[in-house]
Nanobody, 122 residues
Framework: VQLQASGGGLVQAGGSLRLSCAAS????????MGWFRQAPGKEREFVAAISRFGATYYADSAKGRFTISRDNVKNAVYLHMDNLKPEDTAVYYC?????????????????WGQGTLVTVSS
């Protein structure tokens, strides 16, 4: 599967953004999907995941502010982000994995998009 992330941009603190990740291939519904992010000078970290069955899981930093969803007809996964903070500034990556369960581990994800930059100004 090939992934293309989009939707990043510059937003003020407290604002919202929706990231999209378009996937190629006819088996998208069989993949678990995740969003990760990498801030300047930091390691990439897990943000949110959604299983092939629609179960979701969030990093503590994302709980209550971010929502991950998927549309298996459009072959897409989304990350809706509300109440953004300057510390959310990062390159956001979508990723796909083929296990049955959710995963927060980068090593499980075999397919990655190119990343989209989110900048939150204070």
């Amino acid at each position: 599967v090939q992934l293309q992330a989009s939707g990043g941009g510059l937003v003020q603190a407290g604002g919202s953004l929706r990231l999209s990740c378009a996937a190629s291939g006819r088996t998208f519904s069989s993949y678990g999907m995740g969003w990760f992010r990498q801030a300047p000078g930091k390691e990439r970290e897990f943000v949110a995941a959604i299983s092939r069955f629609g179960a979701t899981y969030y990093a503590d930093s994302a709980k209550g502010r971010f929502t991950i969803s998927r549309d298996n007809v459009k072959n897409a996964v989304y990350l809706h982000m509300d109440n953004l903070k300057p510390e959310d500034t990062a390159v956001y990556y979508c990723a796909a994995q083929q296990s049955w369960s959710l995963s927060t581990q980068e090593r499980v994800y075999g397919y990655w998009g190119q990343g989209t930059l989110v900048t939150v100004s204070s």
